[in-house]
């Protein structure tokens, strides 16, 4: 059966069949059955693509790079990176523990990636119950910006259905 929390994994496949650069560089934050398959299908049939996994959870961690990792999808067990080489990435998905470290991952890296997808996005949505991106909210007021904002939900199934948010960046990073 299907897990009902891994909303993301259509987006993430989607986003992923987007990329058109050979040598695309992606970043995983927070592994899991609902990503690691994904990421290894991709990996697979993208020899060309870097995808570098970050998990601190040592059982996640262990579980997802003994099932998934390949010579172009390496695992990390660390705490994501609080500073960047200045890589520019093609996408970063972001959906680690604890909840703040999404924030902060995202705030580290936002000026170097073409796509982020964020997944259980309504969580910062601060003095917010909803899982709006539009204007006045907390998403669209701290990133709108610089970054298309586009929230999946599915609240007619589920008012708890973890929500998925992919961010587009407004303007080309020259790679």
């Known amino acids: 059966m299907k897990n009902p929390y891994n909303t993301h994994e259509e987006i993430l496949k989607s986003e992923l069949s987007l990329i058109i650069n050979d ?3 992606i ?3 927070g592994t899991g059955e609902g990503s690691a398959p994904i990421f290894n299908n991709h990996a697979k049939l993208n020899s060309s693509h870097k995808i570098i996994a970050y998990e601190s959870d040592i059982i996640f961690y262990n579980n997802t790079k003994a099932k ?6 390496t695992f990390v067990n660390a705490d994501a990176p609080t500073e960047t080489d200045e890589t520019v990435y093609d996408l970063i998905f972001i959906d680690q523990a604890p909840w703040k470290a999404r ?10 990636a073409k796509t982020i997808i964020v997944h259980d996005y309504d969580f910062f949505n601060e003095g917010y119950h909803d899982c709006s ?6 998403w669209y007021d701290t990133y709108g910006k610089e970054f298309k904002l586009k929230g999946f939900s599915k609240p007619s199934v589920n008012p708890w ?3 998925t948010l992919v961010m587009k960046r407004l ?4 790679s």
């Open 171 to 174: 303007e080309d990073i020259n």
């Open 103 to 112: 924030i902060d991952s995202l705030n580290v890296f936002k000026d170097y």
């Open 68 to 73: 998934y990792e390949l010579s172009n999808y």
């Open 133 to 138: 991106v539009e204007e006045n909210s907390w």
């Open 23 to 25: 040598n695309a560089k």
């Open 161 to 163: 259905w973890p929500p």
């Open 27 to 29: 970043l995983e934050f």
